[in-house]
């Protein structure tokens, strides 16, 4: 005769695990416009162009998960807490994003880039200019020296620049917006480079070697009263004048980006990544910046708020490189430099960036204002007119 088994039930053995969490993301808004939806925390590699809708996230974990909306000039990132499952059913928990009217209209083509070019097979950069529809493309230097790094005064009218060769040295200039008028802001045995002005007109900030670090120095606007700010480099001013965002691999190897007061003081790390995070800019209204990345695998960009949060991947591309951003004048759209293939190019985009991964046909691409097939187009700079 069998005899019958009898298992020892443990408690909620049979019973755990029946239930599940569900997280409902809604976003009202978004002026019928494409917006981008981060969610990669509730859903692996879910952080993609969207329109307005609800979403639904199920069978999650307790824990905390933080979800991201980029729209134009809008950007918002929210937490929240998932208790353990429930025995049976489901617990649905909700976020709603509110994404004002007008935040996500399209960004305005207006204005004019400065940017530096220069032939594929024979390298030699110039600088040059363009509107930002694509018209009035005019050559602003030409000499055998490499003009690099533009970058507009806050009245827009003037340029400064990096002029040398690779072979002996580099120093900062400045000239006309048309090219005339170049003058000479340093002279120094050891590299001065990406200069860029304060958004007051009164100072400065370029990056030099003539100490033997590689770091920040400040100087005033006629290239006086020269002091080194910090080791770093690529710095961006914030719109007050008070902040510079910068890179540095001199405190943990690694790069990342950083803020500083003007006088030295309040030291901040925004970014904390085992790869490498580069080329920071604020936008207009001082709320955020762009960055460049490589923690997905390419050259990436990414936003964040000014306090280093709400980081948010926005061009999901890792075949391709975008590099060296900058913001439009209306803070809803960025120029950058891009390489689709065998050269870089300069492209505009919305905020919310671009899906090229894992899309078998994006919605959205990114303009290319140079296409240029035998040259190499970078850095960028925008101004409103």
Same mark, same amino acid.
């Given at each position: 005769?069998?005899?019958?088994?009898?298992?020892?039930?443990?408690?909620?053995?049979?019973?755990?695990?029946?239930?599940?969490?569900?997280?409902?993301?809604?976003?009202?808004?978004?002026?019928?416009?494409?917006?981008?939806?981060?969610?990669?925390?509730?859903?692996?590699?879910?952080?993609?162009?969207?329109?307005?809708?609800?979403?639904?996230?199920?069978?999650?974990?307790?824990?905390?998960?933080?979800?991201?909306?980029?729209?134009?000039?809008?950007?918002?990132?929210?937490?929240?807490?998932?208790?353990?499952?429930?025995?049976?059913?489901?617990?649905?928990?909700?976020?709603?994003?509110?994404?004002?009217?007008?935040?996500?209209?399209?960004?305005?083509?207006?204005?004019?880039?400065?940017?530096?070019?220069?032939?594929?097979?024979?390298?030699?950069?110039?600088?040059?200019?363009?509107?930002?529809?694509?018209?009035?493309?005019?050559?602003?230097?030409?000499?055998?020296?490499?003009?690099?790094? @533009? #970058? =507009?005064? !806050? $009245?827009? %009218?003037?340029?400064?620049?990096?002029? &040398?060769?690779?072979?002996? +040295?580099?120093? *900062? /200039?400045?000239?006309?917006?048309?090219?005339?008028?170049?003058?000479?802001?340093?002279?120094?045995?050891?590299?001065?480079?990406?200069?860029?002005?304060?958004?007051?007109?009164?100072?400065?900030?370029?990056?030099?070697?003539?100490?033997?670090?590689?770091?920040?120095?400040?100087?005033?606007?006629?290239?006086?009263?020269?002091?080194?700010?910090?080791?770093?480099?690529? @710095? #961006? =001013?914030? !719109? $007050?004048? %008070?902040?510079?965002?910068?890179?540095? &691999?001199?405190?943990?190897? +690694?790069?990342? *980006? /950083?803020?500083?007061?003007?006088?030295?003081?309040?030291?901040?790390?925004?970014?904390?990544?085992?790869?490498?995070?580069?080329?920071?800019?604020?936008?207009?209204?001082?709320?955020?910046?762009?960055?460049?990345?490589?923690?997905?695998?390419?050259?990436?960009?990414?936003?964040?708020?000014?306090?280093?949060?709400?980081?948010?991947?926005?061009?999901?591309?890792?075949?391709?490189?975008?590099?060296?951003?900058?913001?439009?004048?209306?803070?809803?759209?960025?120029?950058?430099?891009?390489?689709?293939?065998?050269?870089?190019?300069?492209?505009?985009?919305?905020?919310?960036?671009?899906?090229?991964?894992?899309?078998?046909?994006?919605?959205?691409?990114?303009?290319?204002?140079?296409?240029?097939?035998?040259?190499?187009?970078?850095?960028?700079?925008?101004?409103?007119?």
């Amino acid at each position: 005769m069998l005899k019958s088994l009898v298992f020892p039930v443990v408690a909620g053995m049979l019973i755990a695990g029946c239930g599940i969490n569900e997280v409902t993301v809604e976003i009202r808004g978004g002026d019928g416009r494409k917006l981008r939806l981060d969610a990669d925390d509730l859903e692996f590699k879910f952080n993609r162009l969207v329109d307005a809708g609800t979403f639904s996230f199920k069978e999650l974990q307790s824990g905390t998960y933080k979800t991201s909306v980029v729209a134009g000039n809008y950007h918002e990132t929210k937490e929240i807490t998932l208790e353990p499952a429930p025995i049976s059913g489901v617990d649905n928990y909700s976020l709603v994003f509110e994404i004002p009217q007008g935040s996500n209209s399209s960004f305005e083509r207006k204005g004019t880039i400065v940017y530096a070019s220069t032939k594929t097979n024979v390298r030699n950069w110039d600088l040059f200019s363009i509107k930002a529809d694509g018209t009035e493309l005019k050559q602003l230097t030409s000499t055998p020296e490499f003009e690099q790094h @533009p #970058a =507009w005064s !806050p $009245d827009g %009218r003037k340029v400064t620049f990096t002029r &040398g060769d690779v072979m002996t +040295n580099f120093d *900062i /200039y400045v000239m006309g917006e048309d090219g005339s008028g170049v003058l000479r802001l340093t002279e120094h045995a050891e590299r001065d480079e990406r200069a860029t002005w304060a958004p007051d007109g009164k100072t400065i900030a370029f990056v030099s070697q003539r100490d033997g670090d590689v770091g920040i120095w400040l100087m005033d606007a006629d290239g006086s009263n020269r002091r080194k700010l910090i080791q770093g480099r690529e @710095p #961006a =001013w914030s !719109p $007050d004048s %008070r902040k510079i965002a910068f890179v540095s &691999g001199h405190y943990d190897g +690694n790069d990342e *980006i /950083y803020l500083i007061s003007v006088d030295g003081s309040n030291q901040q790390r925004l970014t904390d990544d085992n790869k490498f995070d580069w080329f920071p800019a604020w936008s207009p209204d001082g709320g955020r910046l762009v960055f460049c990345s490589e923690r997905f695998g390419g050259q990436e960009l990414m936003l964040m708020k000014s306090q280093g949060d709400g980081q948010t991947r926005i061009t999901v591309a890792e075949k391709t490189y975008e590099v060296e951003p900058t913001w439009s004048p209306d803070g809803k759209g960025l120029v950058y430099s891009g390489k689709t293939d065998q050269n870089y190019d300069i492209y505009i985009m919305d905020t919310s960036g671009f899906d090229i991964d894992d899309v078998e046909s994006p919605p959205v691409l990114p303009f290319n204002l140079t296409d240029s097939a035998d040259r190499d187009d970078k850095s960028p700079d925008w101004r409103p007119f």
